[in-house]
């Protein structure tokens, strides 16, 4: 177990857990993605920030040359879509269950965003091939989805709205209305991840279809809108922390009449919350397999820092001041703990899909950035000043982490639906502890106690 090159990026005690669930294909898979981690992926990073432009205009219209270089290379080692599996997608997929890509997504998380991106498995595209997968027309997957799959264009989900709380997503109001054999729409939404990339072909939008209908989730839509369509207005990019992630960016946009044809519309009219349901189920889950990987490069990168005999103070390692040491321990328990929420999600995804893993997924997705917040923020003060600066991936790593506190529905949110899920176990209970308050009297009487309760 020891020589296999998981144990170098995750963990050897959850891997023993898990390796007999791997498939021949899985182990393969995994080890070629170790290795082209290491030789090839974490040197490229620094790499890549320094190829982005300083400046602000040519930012957003620079495909990164390393970033490129390494996607021809991923195709070429086969480390390409790996989130996409054939359980659920016959015809798209590849041989991985969601349980097998969950491992190889924390160990892509440990590169931040840029691995990802180089296997063809950064959001939002990773949810839009989904959606074109599971809903889309022959026609739509062929325009759109087989481009996505081959990594030659980007796409973005345009779903929250500036001036609505969008955590209920009945609330939104972007319109979308049939005239003829057209689709017009008309609508202000923000923070659309990816719209800003130069590759970004198109859009698919969630609106109000049927604002009238009785039924509160029959009434949205979701339609495809190609970037270029005359009336689509990239207003600003939203910045994070004051990161600003370029060049795909969290944009701010205008659909100022929008007029796109009806053979556009996804699934159907009124399928837009059935569409979102399939589409956030998955997406929320791949979150919180590469934050487990954030949280895990962060305490590396702590265990190295505070090791360092470069970086001494009052003639003391750094782990021998204060709680260093029992801040490194809390950091391994807690990420061992997330990461079996994570594993176990996985798995009932792959069981029962995600309708039948919405309390696993649910769970987790409130637990796990939370976790990976402490454990950054914990590597950061061992870095002192460097861990907030542009020096360390720590500061940019704490603020996308923070950000999925909020994404794919705030924490607030999915707390309320578990602890509702809960509660609606109560008469369940309640009737077996009747039962054996029952049986506990009849045994209290056959042998002549007195009980006191």
């Known amino acids: 177990m020891a020589s296999h090159p998981i144990v170098e990026l995750t963990s050897a005690s959850s891997w023993a857990m898990i390796e007999d669930k791997f498939s021949p294909y899985a182990k393969e898979t995994l080890a070629?993605?170790?290795?082209?981690?290491?030789?090839?992926?974490?040197?490229?990073?620094?790499?890549?920030?320094?190829?982005?432009?300083t400046d602000y205009d040519a930012r957003w219209k620079t495909i990164i040359p390393v970033v490129a270089d390494l996607k021809a290379r991923a195709k070429q080692l086969g480390l390409w879509n790996l989130f996409l599996s054939k359980v659920?997608?016959?015809?798209?997929?590849?041989?991985?269950?969601?349980?097998?890509?969950?491992?190889?997504?924390?160990?892509?998380?440990?590169?931040?965003?840029?691995?990802?991106?180089?296997?063809?498995?950064?959001?939002?595209?990773?949810?839009?091939?989904?959606v074109l997968a599971r809903y889309g027309s022959p026609e739509q997957q062929q325009k759109w989805l087989v481009p996505l799959l081959n990594g030659e264009i980007r796409s973005s989900f345009a779903m929250t709205e500036r001036f609505v709380s969008s955590s209920d997503a009945t609330n939104i109001r972007t319109s979308i209305r049939q005239e003829g054999n057209e689709i017009v729409i008309n609508g202000h939404k923000w923070w659309i991840s990816g719209a800003g990339d130069p590759r970004c072909a198109i859009h698919l939008v969630l609106g109000k279809s049927d604002p009238n209908s009785s039924d509160k989730y029959r009434q949205q839509s979701i339609v495809l809108v190609p970037a270029n369509a005359p009336g689509v207005k990239v207003i600003r990019p939203m910045k994070v922390f004051g990161y600003d992630d370029a060049p795909?960016?969290?944009?701010?946009?205008?659909?100022?009449?929008?007029?796109?044809?009806?053979?556009?519309?996804?699934?159907?009219?009124?399928?837009?919350?059935?569409?979102?349901?399939?589409?956030?189920?998955?997406?929320?889950?791949?979150?919180?397999?590469?934050?487990?990987?954030?949280?895990?490069?962060?305490?590396?990168?702590?265990?190295?820092?505070?090791?360092?005999?470069?970086?001494?103070?009052?003639?003391?390692?750094?782990?021998?001041?204060?709680?260093?040491?029992?801040?490194?321990?809390?950091?391994?328990?807690?990420?061992?703990?997330?990461?079996?929420?994570?594993?176990?999600?996985?798995?009932?995804?792959?069981?029962?899909?995600?309708?039948?893993?919405?309390?696993?997924?649910?769970?987790?997705?409130?637990?796990?950035?939370?976790?990976?917040?402490?454990?950054?923020?914990?590597?950061?003060?061992?870095?002192?000043?460097?861990?907030?600066?542009?020096?360390?991936?720590?500061?940019?790593?704490?603020?996308?982490?923070?950000?999925?506190?909020?994404?794919?529905?705030?924490?607030?949110v999915h707390i309320q639906q578990i602890g509702q899920r809960e509660l609606k176990r109560a008469p369940e209970i309640t009737k077996r502890n009747t039962e054996i308050k029952k049986k506990e009297k009849a045994l209290f009487e056959k042998y002549g106690i007195k009980a006191h309760l």
């Open 248 to 412: 795909e960016g969290h944009c701010e946009i205008i659909y100022d009449n929008v007029r796109v044809p009806l053979s556009n519309l996804v699934l159907g009219w009124g399928k837009g919350f059935e569409i979102i349901q399939g589409r956030l189920g998955p997406g929320r889950i791949h979150h919180c397999m590469r934050s487990i990987g954030c949280a895990q490069m962060a305490l590396d990168l702590m265990i190295q820092r505070v090791t360092d005999p470069s970086r001494k103070t009052f003639g003391k390692y750094l782990y021998e001041h204060g709680t260093v040491i029992a801040d490194i321990a809390r950091s391994r328990a807690e990420i061992e703990g997330a990461r079996l929420l994570v594993l176990s999600a996985a798995q009932q995804i792959d069981k029962y899909q995600a309708k039948g893993a919405l309390k696993e997924i649910g769970i987790a997705k409130f637990v796990v950035p939370s976790m990976a917040l402490q454990v950054v923020d914990r590597a950061i003060q061992s870095f002192g000043a460097e861990g907030v600066s542009q020096d360390q991936m720590l500061a940019a790593t704490w603020a996308g982490l923070r950000t999925l506190r909020l994404a794919d529905g705030p924490d607030a």
């Open 88 to 130: 659920h997608y016959p015809k798209f997929g590849v041989p991985l269950t969601n349980l097998e890509y969950a491992v190889m997504a924390e160990v892509l998380g440990r590169g931040g965003s840029l691995a990802s991106e180089v296997v063809n498995c950064s959001a939002p595209d990773t949810g839009n091939m989904e």
């Open 32 to 53: 070629k993605l170790v290795k082209f981690m290491l030789d090839e992926v974490f040197p490229a990073i620094r790499v890549a920030h320094a190829q982005l432009p």
